[in-house]
C-alpha cells in the first residue's frame, strides 16, 4: 500500500462565501462546479478534496440541498456545490425550481472553469447523468466525470464500473474517486489547477 501523502491543494484557506437559493454574488475569480444526483456523495467529496471535516454538510436525506453553496479556496478561485437532481421523492416544483437555477448558473457564470460531474461508480449510466452532460456539450462548458464511492467495489469490479461508465457516457477517462480512502483527491486536484490555470481540463 502506497504511503504517499496527498498533495495539498492550491491553497489550505478555505471560507464559506454563502448559500444561494437565487441570485448569486458577482464572479471576480475562476470557478469550478461541483454536480450529480441526490446521494452520489457530494458533501463528502467535496470534504476529502479539501482536507477538512465539516465544510460541506453531508446530510442522510437525499435532495436537502437547495441553494448553491460557495466556497472560496484561497484568493485562486471559487467552488460552487451545486444542488443534487434526480431524487424522485422531492416534489415536482422544487425540481424544476433545482433546475431553473442550476440552468441558470451553468448558462450565465462568465468564469466558470470547469464542471466536475460525479456519479455513483457502483452503478451504470443514469438518464439524468446523461441529460447534464449533454446540456454541458451544448453550451461548450468544460467538464470531466468523477465516479464516487469505487471504494465499495473490488479492483475487478472497479475497473470495469469504469469502463462501463464511460462508454454508457461516452466519455473517457473516468476517474475513480473514494472520500474514504482519498482515492483519486490527487488526480482531481491536478484537474482543478490546469482548469483554474487556465489549461484545457
Avoid at 5 to 24: A, C, D, N, Q
Avoid at 30 to 39: K, L, Q, T, Y
Avoid at 44 to 67: C, E, M, W, Y
Avoid at 134 to 147: D, F, M, N, T
Wanted: charged residues 20%; aromatic residues 6%; glycine residues 12%.
Amino acid at each position: 500500500m502506497s504511503t504517499r501523502r496527498p498533495r495539498p491543494p492550491l491553497s489550505r484557506e478555505v471560507v464559506f462565501v454563502g448559500s444561494f437559493p437565487t441570485g448569486l454574488p458577482q464572479a471576480t475569480l475562476p470557478e469550478v462546479a461541483i454536480a450529480g444526483r441526490s446521494n452520489v456523495g457530494k458533501s463528502s467529496a467535496i470534504n476529502a478534496l479539501l482536507g477538512r471535516k465539516g465544510v460541506a454538510r453531508v446530510s442522510r436525506t437525499p435532495g436537502r440541498t437547495q441553494a448553491i453553496n460557495l466556497f472560496r479556496i484561497g484568493e485562486r478561485f471559487n467552488l460552487a456545490d451545486l444542488p443534487g437532481y434526480g431524487f424522485a421523492q422531492v416534489p415536482r416544483e422544487v425540481q424544476d425550481r433545482w433546475k431553473g437555477l442550476v440552468e441558470g448558473y451553468l448558462g450565465s457564470r462568465e468564469t466558470l472553469r470547469l464542471v466536475i460531474c460525479l456519479v455513483d461508480g457502483r452503478h451504470g449510466p443514469q438518464n439524468n447523468d446523461l441529460a447534464l452532460l449533454k446540456g454541458l456539450q451544448e453550451a461548450q462548458i468544460p467538464y470531466r466525470v468523477v465516479a464516487t464511492k469505487v471504494d465499495k467495489l473490488s479492483r475487478n469490479q472497479r475497473q470495469g464500473s469504469l469502463v462501463k461508465l464511460g462508454k454508457g457516457l461516452g466519455v473517457s477517462p473516468v476517474l475513480g474517486f473514494s472520500s474514504q480512502t482519498r482515492e483519486g483527491v490527487d488526480e482531481l486536484w491536478a484537474i482543478i489547477e490546469e482548469a483554474v490555470a487556465g489549461g484545457t481540463a
